[in-house]
């Protein structure tokens, strides 16, 4: 079997794996269906070996196509790895670094801190993106992905930025209206704004002794921290909101807050990035500058 040197074919071969559809993988490749089927057609025919079952219904990996692939991604990472390794040493941070993150990490946790990051490398060059931005695999798109859970793409993996801290605010209307929670077990008596319908209905306090929880309940629940500021902003009730959401708000006398540090999170934020031995200058510099900016500050906050 002659030795198989072509990588743009390699690479056709992989995107068509990871994205099970022709089409797909032209896409992201800029390539037609045609000749991203050619390529890999090509492939098969150079191994002697049929990686992927095509049908009606889209793309499939063979047995010896999935070890194939898992193969080729070694491979290419390896090759990446040298590639990166060469540009760390030649010229250090260079080009753009993209940053994925949750609407609402975006605006209010990633992107205050995006102008001491440019400010300390000037000679880069920031794109923050929303988790709805494609259907392209992460990795594939980014340098880092920060969120509160792990995303789904391949080959990433993640370093703990701390815990998200939260606040028990409302209007001062409100609390003119139906009385100021003196502890939290007054809560049972308010009208409580949740996250989810999917999710346990108790908010956990620490009082510097011991922990407690208290079952809430109200007539909203959103798993948007923006709608339900707006809810509390309105005077529709009390809002447990992670605080980076409701800063402003608090600091303008919009809300007010109850409880103080007490209210606990169970929720952590965290930074993803390429698994590659030999990671980009701008992903790592980016990666330890968060770690430098917010876990001191998170878990301090946290108690």
Known sequence: MPAVRDLNKLNTFVRVAERRSFTKAAQDLRMTPSIVSKHVS??????GLSLLTRSTHGVALTEVGEAFFRQCLQMLADLDGVVVAARNRERGAYGTLRVQAGGGLADWF???LMAEFMARHPQLRVELVTDAASETPLEDRCDAVIGDKPPTGLGMIGEDLGAIRHVICAAPDYFRA????????????????????????????????????VEVKGGFCSNSPAALIRL????????????????????AGRLQ??????????????????KAKHLPAKTRLFVDFLKEACVPAQDAANG
């Not at 090509?42 to 191994?47: I, T």
């Not at 949740?194 to 407690?212: I, L, N, Q, V, Y």
């Open 178 to 213: 139906h009385g100021l929670p003196k502890t939290p077990q007054d809560l049972r008596a308010h009208n409580c704004l949740t996250r989810s319908p999917f999710t346990a209905k108790k908010w956990r306090f620490f009082d510097g002794r011991r922990e407690s929880a």
């Open 110 to 112: 990633v992107a205050p």
């Open 257 to 274: 807050a109850v409880f103080g540090e007490a209210a606990l999170s169970d929720e952590r934020v965290s930074v993803y990035y390429s």
């Open 232 to 251: 509390a902003l309105d005077g529709a009730g009390i809002a447990r909101v992670p605080l980076y959401a409701a800063s402003q708000d608090l600091e």
């Open 42 to 47: 090509e492939l098969e025919d150079m191994l």
